[in-house]
Nanobody, 123 residues
Framework: EVQLVESGGGLVQAGGSLRLSCAAS????????IGWFRRAPGLEREGVSCISSKAGDTYYADSVKGRFTMSRDNAKNTVYLQMNSLKPEDTAIYYC????????????????WGRGTQVTVSS
């Protein structure tokens, strides 16, 4: 059974940092691409970033480029999202997702999802 568990969310002031983690089990982690997504109240889900299976390819949404960094540790079956210079508009539930994408990175095509972790940025 594929399991993805996000952690690391919380309340932080604008300008602060958080590091989200996504712990994975139940599949061949080093063969799967991982994506981070977020959903803010009243808005559609947004693809924040993704990383390919061997970490050779990454993508960041324009809204987070230069502030967020995604990485993966295939030995620990864990993906990280380092979020710096946080803004109130980053407030959302953050989800990680995983799927086999043939070595590519994408913000679509994921069938396996975690339950999310809340990030709240106060002004």
């Amino acid at each position: 059974e594929v399991q993805l568990v996000e952690s690391g969310g919380g309340l932080v002031q604008a300008g602060g940092s958080l590091r989200l983690s996504c712990a994975a089990s139940g599949f061949s982690f080093d063969e799967y691409a991982i994506g981070w997504f977020r959903r803010a109240p009243g808005l559609e889900r947004e693809g924040v970033s993704c990383i390919s299976s061997k970490a050779g390819d990454t993508y960041y949404a324009d809204s987070v480029k230069g502030r967020f960094t995604m990485s993966r540790d295939n030995a620990k079956n864990t993906v990280y999202l380092q979020m710096n210079s946080l803004k109130p508009e980053d407030t959302a539930i953050y989800y990680c997702a995983a799927d086999y994408l043939d070595g590519l990175c994408s913000t679509t095509g994921y069938d396996n999802w975690g339950r999310g972790t809340q990030v709240t940025v106060s002004s």
